[in-house]
């Protein structure tokens, strides 16, 4: 089954209970400043979960377009490395904005699943967790669906604080929350990986499909948490992992759609096609994600969104660079992608030229310092370092265009530890040189804050230091 059949499958399943098909948002939320990127299928449902807006549906299901790659949801760092982890994806969710509750939402993923009309995976895959105290969802599992109880994990309060579980959804310090129940796929005993729950369960071999959220609860400012009057739900499937179970693969990254974005990075890098090559991995997501921002309308720039989204460009050429690609080649994997994706999201194919020259104009721009960025760091590891110091991680940043997260992925790879605090300190001192600088100016200058004074060169670098701090998970 391909990759769009089941996108389609899971829409037209949902539609025929009753749900209204709406297309996804935008990867650039609209509603909300506070957030980054879309990171989940719910972010255009936002307002309507919180009643300030109403709609002519209470059932709705989405293939929403989603960026994992700063703020809260972080999965840059994941990507080359797990099985399961992509910057950007397609989440298929199912919403009831006070419609059904736990048992209809728990029936429809179950018969999706496992119906043979639908997907049709045997029972015995499938694993499932709810939340630590969640006796409702427990029993819905057990007795209705008839889940063994061994394969039925509580979740409990996992973070050091009452409902800070992976497995309790909270849309902010107040507001709507409750808990969940999630699906998971066991790949087998030849995968490294134990059960939700357990100490080896970040491994590959239970991978998270789907996501139930039950929005039960208004917590008020004291913490008390108030039963809503009308209880919703919020549902999301990634949908690569579950292509991967469907097309008898393990990892994302082997489904149809990857494996054409694959041998397209190998043809523009000049590499021998291979599966396994982490590189063509990491620079087939990257494309995905580039274009799906820019698509929808932010350019590289040194900070927010733009910054992020530079990051991912220059940790692409960087991998080509490192399969030995020295020219420019990222823009061209662009009609690749809008040959594989252009039918679902027809944004790929009107925006393909900005796309492409957006991203050509940043391998340009980076092709400029990468050679002499890279040179300086082979030199400052030579003699077999174990740690690349705060200075020249610095200096590469400033000098050579080097987001400090591309430095620390070279040195992972390398076994070498970035010192990343020493790195913030450089970063500090940067910014108090920035200061007098522009505090000098303002007693020469009325018009300081123009944007040709030093003190933007600060506003970007406070910038930088707020995506570190989220790369950091601060
Ligand atoms: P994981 O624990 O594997 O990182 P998650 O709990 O962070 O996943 P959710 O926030 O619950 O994920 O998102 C709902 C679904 O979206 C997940 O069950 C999974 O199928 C999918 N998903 C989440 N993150 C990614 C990603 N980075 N790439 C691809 N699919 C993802
Ligand atoms: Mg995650
Ligand atoms: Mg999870
Ligand atoms: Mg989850």
Known sequence: MKTSDIRQKFLDFFASKGHQVVTSSPVVPGNDPTLLFTNAGMNQFKDVFLGFDKRPYTRATTAQKVVRAGGKHNDLENVGYTARHHTFFEMLGNFSFGDYFKRDAIHYAWEFLTNPAWLGLPREKLMVTVYATDDEA?????????????????????????????????????????????????????????PPGSAEEDGDRFIEIWNCVFMQFNRDEAGTMHPLPKPSVDTGMGLERISAIMQNGHSNY??????????????????????????????????????????????????????????????????????????LFFHR??????????????????????????????????AETLEHGMALLESALEGGRDRLDGATLFKLYDTFGFPVDLTADICRERNIEADIEGFEREMDLQRERARAASSFKMTGNVDYNGPETRFRGYETHSTDARVLALYKGT
Request: proline share 5%; with cysteine.
């Open 333 to 366: 994997l662009v009609a690749d992608l809008a040959r594989e994706m252009g039918d679902a999201y027809p944004e790929l194919r009107t925006r393909q030229g900005d796309i492409e020259d957006a991203l050509r104009q940043e391998e340009v721009r980076f």
């Open 254 to 327: 082997d489904i149809d759609l990857f494996q054409s974005l694959i041998r397209a990075a190998a043809r523009e890098t000049g590499t021998p096609f291979g599966m396994d090559v982490p590189s063509l991995k990491v620079i087939a997501d990257h494309i995905r994600a580039c274009s799906f921002i820019i698509a929808d309308g932010v350019l590289p720039s040194n900070d927010g969104r733009g910054y992020v989204l530079r990051r991912i460009i220059r940790r692409a050429i960087r991998h080509g660079y490192k399969l030995g690609q020295k020219g």
């Open 138 to 194: 427990y029993a819905i599992w057990a007795d209705e669906i008839g889940v063994p109880a061994g394969r039925i994990v509580r979740i409990g309060d996992n973070k050091g604080a009452p409902y800070a579980s992976d497995n309790f959804w909270t849309m902010g310090d107040t507001g709507p929350c409750g808990p969940c129940t999630e699906i998971f796929y066991d790949h087998g005993d030849h995968i490294w990986g134990g």
